[in-house]
Nanobody, 125 residues
Framework: QVQLVESGGGLVQAGGSLRLSCAAS???????????MAWFRQAPGKEREFVAT????????TYVDSVKGRFTISRDNAKKLVYLQMNGLKPEDTAVYYC???????????????WGKGTLVTVSS
């Protein structure tokens, strides 16, 4: 099992920035360095949606169109951390953000092997 714990959420005004972090731990956390990592989000009353993903080596990233140019995903394999830097936040970015890990490329929820419990991001207008 791999445990993923998110942090860094909070309340921010529109146009502001936040950096989310996700820490991996657990008996098989050593597999983290070969896992693809991703961030998803779920707004109230909506389905969980893919936000961004990064390959195990960190040299490949993909974003949903709505966050391109504003969000950046990165990872530190030595520390078993993955980050989501969010700039230019908008009220429509308000959601619970989930960290996710998978053995293969992640582009949808059914590609995910492990989920974190989420961290709430609220963007006020």
């Amino acid at each position: 099992q791999v445990q993923l714990v998110e942090s860094g959420g909070g309340l921010v005004q529109a146009g502001g920035s936040l950096r989310l972090s996700c820490a991996a731990s657990g008996r098989t956390a050593s597999n983290y360095n070969t896992a693809n990592m991703a961030w998803f989000r779920q707004a109230p009353g909506k389905e969980r949606e893919f936000v961004a993903t990064i390959s195990w080596s960190g040299d490949s990233t993909t974003y949903v169109d709505s966050v391109k140019g504003r969000f950046t995903i990165s990872r530190d394999n030595a520390k078993k951390l993955v980050y989501l830097q969010m700039n230019g936040l908008k009220p429509e970015d308000t959601a619970v953000y989930y960290c996710a890990a998978g053995r293969f490329i992640i582009t949808a929820a059914n590609d995910v092997d492990y989920w974190g419990k989420g961290t709430l991001v609220t963007v006020s207008s």
